[in-house]
């Protein structure tokens, strides 16, 4: 009884508090969970009950993945309680319990985004059906350590619920690695015939987990994602339930193919992003969305996730602002934008705040060599840590006619607003995107800073 009334007490003040800070405010994300969370820690175990949820969590691609699949679900399921906004430790996931209403019939259907290191403080609350595994890079090692390191704290929460079902990407070794209970279904890419390929030699996770010894490929898609093998003792790609069978065609701004013959069109662009849709279509197909419900979810073209790819109308310019924070999301970024016909400007904003990581070391495993300058008539860096992107640059070959940094957030919109293109790419760290966002708010470019 005594803890009914402390979980009832707690649960009424973060219902208070959110309905200020959202009001009046604008926001809320967060602070209402953690003042709910100080009254009673484990509150999350009363406001997830009679839920069922999906837990997504991974490196890159869960804000996206998440978004995705909620679109997919709620063409079945319409009354489904996600963080939309990327809040995605604990305090945010208990603000979303607060702040959703249970349907009065059917599921209660819940898909949250869940950071790595809170997937085990999170399963101790929660009983899930299902864990979706995006992919696992190096990332802000200074928090998370190595990638096997990260994978054993997602494991310590996927080991609380052995029936729960494991959705993974199937072209990452990482998740093959571990004999689990968990009932595993895999998705990957299986779009073109084999040929032996090896991943460059200072790609991450490349020991095959049995023997140690350098994984092949029979198909590389980046970084070790791909069809692998292991020459020496045979262990290999588990067979994909859900997987890309063509790939059509590919640019900045969309992406089309099939997914087990389906034809999709998703309206973002780069290979990463393909992977965060067939895990949303595998998530879908888990759950009873059919196949032409799931590809009408994918196709809506009015998808806009904050920070991830928007596009944002400044003046006669169209923005896009693209989250960076890993070696291998950058790369992709970098592939993704280097597939534009037309020419385009780049501001490239880094911050080394908690939220970013505080190593920026990260920025000299980015290939920015290989973007077409010569396509590229005006460069801009800035953020915080302004004079370290900015050596990047130069040392990547930025003419300097071309060059410009700004450290000053207002100065470096100005700028962009100045450039001679259409079309601005700006790759911004985590706070440097939420700083940019306030800043493009208050000027009425977009409603609210993060929402």
């Not at 926001?27 to 009363?46: M, N, R």
């Not at 992919?135 to 998370?144: S, V």
């Not at 089309?256 to 965060?276: A, D, R, S």
């Not at 930025?398 to 790759?427: C, G, I, S």
Request: glycine share 6%; proline share 6%; with cysteine.
């Amino acid at each position: 009884m005594f803890m009914s009334i402390k979980s009832s007490l707690a649960i009424s003040a973060g219902k208070s508090s959110y309905w200020f800070l959202h009001k009046f405010l604008h926001g809320g994300t967060a602070l209402p969970g953690k003042i709910t969370l100080q009254l009673d820690p484990d509150v999350l175990k009363s406001l997830a009950k009679d839920y069922e949820i999906v837990i997504i969590t991974g490196t890159n691609g869960k804000t996206l993945t998440t978004a995705l699949t909620v679109k997919v679900l709620r063409q079945k399921y319409p009354n489904l309680l996600t963080n939309p906004s990327g809040s995605n430790m604990k305090q945010g996931i208990v603000t979303a319990f607060l702040t959703h209403k249970k349907a009065k019939s059917g599921k209660n259907l819940a898909v949250l985004e869940t950071d790595e290191a809170n997937v085990p403080l999170i399963s101790q609350y929660i009983k899930p059906s299902a864990f979706v595994l995006t992919n696992l890079f190096r990332d802000q090692m200074d928090r998370y350590g190595e990638i096997y390191t990260t994978y054993e704290k997602i494991l310590t929460g996927v080991r609380m619920h052995p029936k729960a079902t494991i959705i993974a990407n199937g072209d990452a070794p990482i998740f093959n690695s571990v004999e689990l209970p968990n009932p595993v279904i895999y998705y990957g890419f299986d779009h073109r015939a084999d040929y032996d390929q090896k991943a460059p030699a200072n790609t991450d996770g490349l020991l095959c987990p049995k023997c140690q010894r350098i994984l092949a490929y029979k198909n590389l898609t980046y970084s070790n994602l791909g069809k692998y093998y292991c020459p020496n003792c045979g262990f290999k790609r588990p067979e994909l339930t859900y997987k890309v069978t063509k790939l059509i065609s590919q640019s900045p701004q969309a992406s089309k193919f099939e997914v087990n013959g389906q034809p999709l069109t998703l309206h973002i662009g780069g290979t990463y992003n393909i992977y965060n849709a067939l895990a949303a279509f595998a998530v879908g197909a888990h759950l009873g969305v059919s196949p032409d419900l799931i590809q009408a979810a994918l196709d809506d073209p009015d998808e806009k996730v904050f920070g991830r790819q928007e596009v944002i109308k400044l003046a006669d310019k169209e923005l896009t602002l693209i989250l960076v924070k890993n070696p291998v999301g950058l790369d992709q970024v970098l592939e993704m934008i280097k597939t534009d016909p037309e020419p385009f400007s780049l501001a490239v904003l880094l911050n080394a705040n908690y939220a970013d990581g505080i190593d920026t070391s990260w920025i000299w495993d980015g290939r920015f060599e290989d973007l077409p300058f010569e396509r590229i008539p005006a460069v801009l860096t800035g953020g915080e840590r302004y004079k370290d992107i900015t050596f990047r640059m130069r040392v990547a070959g930025v003419p300097e006619a071309n060059f410009d940094q700004e450290p000053k957030l207002e100065a470096v919109l100005a700028k962009v607003k100045q450039m001679p293109t259409k079309h601005v790419y700006v790759l911004a760290t985590y706070t440097a995107v939420l700083q940019l966002r306030k800043l493009l708010a208050s000027e009425g470019y977009i409603k609210g800073g993060m929402e």
